[in-house]
């Protein structure tokens, strides 16, 4: 049998368990109305959650740096492509995170990747929730060192693992917010058990920098955390800030220990000046215009009081990430491809991003929604969940 026959029936058989995967094609501009292939449709899928991606101030910055430095930086970081605009926005987040340092990254995989894998290597240990991103799971089995899965949100399981762990070094790694769950980590407890045993703890807070917080600060500021609870934190610009990329905040040493070693920041170009220059706009706009956040949680609260009068089976979270649980794979996809028809963009989450027997709809609400939008998809999921 030839490469492409054998990759042909491995194809047939997602299919068949109704996992396979299609892509859209998107023609406008990020919002909660877009045009997809060819349609205007409601958008209950981006991660744009403070509506900044579309941003007029953002989009003007972008092309007045591009004006200025182009489209491409040209080069890594460590050779010529670490502009003036590159470095303001660390400061920028320096500063927002109440860290020493800021050190950018092209996306959050990488920022993820590069962390682990700088700080960890065979011999050491490292400790993960079972429902951590991709990213912060794939770093562990690249780093080389043992990857232990503590139960979800479990501080007691995670200290039973350690209690017996002969690691070198351990580090404890947890998403701040869960992204296919849409929950918070408990980092409160996470972060007594990693200082009582004396182990740094790394939080991945890509769904709740710019969002939770009272200041937009994430879920540290959420349950009132620093650099010594958690000494390592990484964020990504692609949703709440509505730009691309991430970036990883810590000590001097941390920063200046993974622009030495840290490979997928050494080896890659970085990103451009002007995505930098669009993310310091829109970290302006995150600071000063605090009604955003407020309105998305009054948004979150209109949805899951409508949804529980419906008697929809959603997720415990209180979070832009609102997951409605249907089960069955073909059950999610027909659900998801019904609310399509009436112009409704919800994504069907399948096996293997969550559990097996756990397919959901991962409804996702922004700021730059309204009401009626809020109250169309209630009605649109009324008159198909049932079917």
């Known amino acids: 049998m030839s490469l492409d026959e054998e990759l042909t029936q491995g194809l047939k058989e997602r299919k068949a368990q109704a996992q396979y995967r299609t892509r859209h094609i998107t023609e406008s501009a990020a919002g909660p109305l877009i045009t997809l292939d060819g349609r205007s449709v409601l958008n209950f899928c981006s991660n744009d959650y403070l509506g900044l991606a579309n941003h007029p101030q953002v989009v003007q910055a972008f092309k007045d740096a591009a004006d200025h430095y182009g489209v491409g930086s040209s080069a890594s970081h460590l050779i010529n492509g670490h502009s003036r605009l590159h470095h303001e926005l660390e400061e920028a987040f320096a500063e927002f995170t109440q860290r020493p340092r800021v050190l950018l990254f092209s996306t959050g995989y990488m920022a993820n990747l590069a962390v682990i894998s700088a700080l960890l290597s065979k011999g050491d240990h490292v400790f993960e929730d079972r429902l951590n991103h991709a990213s912060l799971l794939d770093a562990g089995i690249l780093s080389q060192a043992r990857l232990q899965r503590y139960q979800h949100n479990d501080p007691k399981d995670l200290q039973n693992k350690l209690a017996t762990s002969k690691g070198r070094r351990k580090l404890i790694v947890s998403d701040g917010v869960f992204s296919m769950d849409g929950d918070l980590a408990h980092l409160d407890k996470l972060s007594a058990v990693a200082q009582q045993q004396k182990i740094a703890l790394m939080v ?6 710019g969002v939770l917080g009272k200041c937009g600060g994430g879920s540290v500021e959420h349950y009132g955390l620093g650099i ?9 610009l692609g949703k709440a800030f509505g730009t691309f990329g991430a970036f990883v905040a810590g000590s001097e040493v941390l920063i200046e220990t993974l622009i030495q070693q840290a490979r997928p920041y050494i080896y890659t170009t970085a990103m451009p000046p002007a995505v930098a220059a669009a993310t310091l706009a829109s970290l302006t706009l995150v600071n000063e215009e605090n009604w955003r956040r407020q309105k998305l949680y009054e948004l979150i609260q209109r949805f899951r009081i409508g949804a529980q009068q419906l008697g929809l089976a959603l997720m415990a979270s209180d979070t832009a990430i609102q997951p409605l649980l249907v089960g069955e794979n073909h059950k999610a996809v027909a659900l998801s491809e019904a609310l399509l028809r009436d112009g409704i963009m919800v994504s069907a989450i399948r096996p293997p991003t969550v559990p097996a027997g756990t397919a959901r709809l ?18 649109g999921l009324r008159q198909h969940s049932t079917k």
């Open 228 to 236: 010594e609870q958690v000494p390592i934190l990484m964020g990504t």
């Open 362 to 379: 991962r409804i996702t609400l922004s700021a730059a929604h309204d009401e009626a939008q809020i109250d169309r998809l209630l009605e």
């Open 204 to 209: 991945d807070d890509a769904h709740g920098l």
